[in-house]
C-alpha cells in the first residue's frame, strides 16, 4: 500500500473521530459509514465487505470493548480491500492473537488471559499452542484431535479467552481418563486402573481448573460437590472419587451428570450398556 492510501484511511478515520471522539457507538458508526463509502468507490468487492461482521463477540463480552474491536478490524479490511486483496485476502489476513485481554469485572464474564479470535486463519495452531501441555490418556490422540478440531473449527465474530479454551480442553482430557479407567477395569488391569484414578484425583487441581474458578468466583472443583450450582467443574471430585473407591457405575454415571463428555471422547464409556447415555447421538 502507497503513502497516499494510507493518508486516505487515516482521513476517513479522523474525519469520523472528530465528531464525537467521547462517544464509541457514534464514532464507529461514522467511521464504518465511511469505510463502506470508499470500498463500494475503490473495489469490486464493496457488497461483499459490507456483510462481514468484524465485531469479535465473545462470550458475554461487553459491547464497549466489542465496538473497539470492530472498529480495528474494520480497518483492516479496508487496508486489504484498498490494496486490491478482497474479501477471501482480508480474512487470511486475520491472526487468531489479538493481543488484547479483558480486565476487571470483564475477567468474570469472559475469562482470563489473551483474547482469541476464532475467524484467524491460524485458528487450530493456536489452539494447539495455547493446549499443548493438558494430558490426555495414553492412546487417546485420536480424542485429543477431535477436541482440538472442535475449537479449531472457525468462527468468524467469535472470541474465546485462554482460560475458557483451556478449562474446555482440560475437561475433555478428563473424559479420556475416564474413559480410559473403565477399560482398565473392562480388562481387570489393576495397576492401569489405580494409575488412572491417581491422574484424576489430581486433575481437580489441574491449572485450567483452578484458573476458571478464581476468574468466576467460583469454588475450586475440590471444595464444591455435591452442590453442583456452586461451580461449572463440581463434577471433578466426585469422579474421582468414584474412580478411587472402584464404584464402576458411579464413575459412568457422574461423567453422564456431568454433562460435559462427548461421545466422541467416550470410545469405551459410550460403548457401555451401563451409561446413560449409551449410543445416544
Known amino acids: 500500500m502507497n503513502h497516499q492510501d494510507d493518508g486516505r484511511l487515516d482521513a476517513l478515520l479522523r474525519s469520523a473521530a472528530a465528531e464525537d471522539p467521547g462517544n464509541d457507538e457514534q464514532l464507529f458508526a461514522e467511521a464504518w459509514s465511511r469505510v463502506q463509502t470508499a470500498m463500494r468507490a475503490g473495489t469490486s468487492t464493496g457488497?461483499?465487505?459490507?456483510?462481514?461482521?468484524l465485531a469479535l463477540i465473545g462470550d458475554r463480552q461487553v459491547a464497549a470493548r466489542r465496538r473497539r474491536r470492530a472498529t480495528r478490524l474494520a480497518t483492516a479490511a479496508l487496508v486489504v480491500a484498498v490494496a486490491g486483496g478482497g474479501t477471501a485476502a482480508a480474512a487470511e489476513f486475520l491472526s487468531t492473537r489479538t493481543g488484547e485481554e479483558l480486565t476487571g469485572w470483564e475477567v468474570g464474564a469472559g475469562g482470563s488471559g489473551e483474547m482469541l479470535d476464532r475467524g484467524g486463519a491460524d485458528l487450530r495452531q493456536v489452539v494447539e499452542e495455547?493446549?499443548?501441555d493438558i494430558a490426555f490418556a495414553p492412546g487417546y490422540e485420536a480424542q485429543r484431535g477431535l477436541a482440538l478440531d472442535f475449537h479449531g473449527r472457525a468462527e468468524p465474530g467469535a472470541a474465546i479467552t485462554e482460560s475458557h479454551l483451556r478449562s474446555s480442553i482440560a475437561g475433555a482430557a478428563v473424559c479420556t481418563w475416564a474413559d480410559a479407567w473403565v477399560a482398565a477395569d473392562d480388562t481387570g488391569d489393576a495397576?492401569?486402573?489405580a494409575a488412572t484414578a491417581e491422574?484424576?484425583?489430581d486433575a481437580v487441581s489441574w491449572e485450567p481448573f483452578l484458573t476458571f474458578a478464581e476468574d468466576h468466583g467460583e469454588p475450586r472443583p475440590a471444595d464444591s460437590a455435591p452442590d453442583?450450582?456452586?461451580s461449572y467443574r463440581w463434577w471433578l471430585r466426585p469422579l474421582a472419587e468414584a474412580a478411587d473407591s472402584g464404584d464402576r457405575q458411579a464413575v459412568l454415571d457422574t461423567v453422564a451428570e456431568s454433562h460435559a463428555c462427548s461421545y466422541d471422547v467416550l470410545p469405551v464409556i459410550d460403548a457401555d450398556p451401563g451409561y446413560r447415555y449409551h449410543g445416544v447421538r
Not at 47 to 53: G, N
Open 199 to 201: 491422574v484424576l484425583a
Open 47 to 53: 457488497d461483499d465487505l459490507q456483510q462481514r461482521r
Open 228 to 230: 453442583r450450582s456452586t
Open 191 to 193: 495397576a492401569a486402573r
Open 130 to 132: 495455547v493446549t499443548a
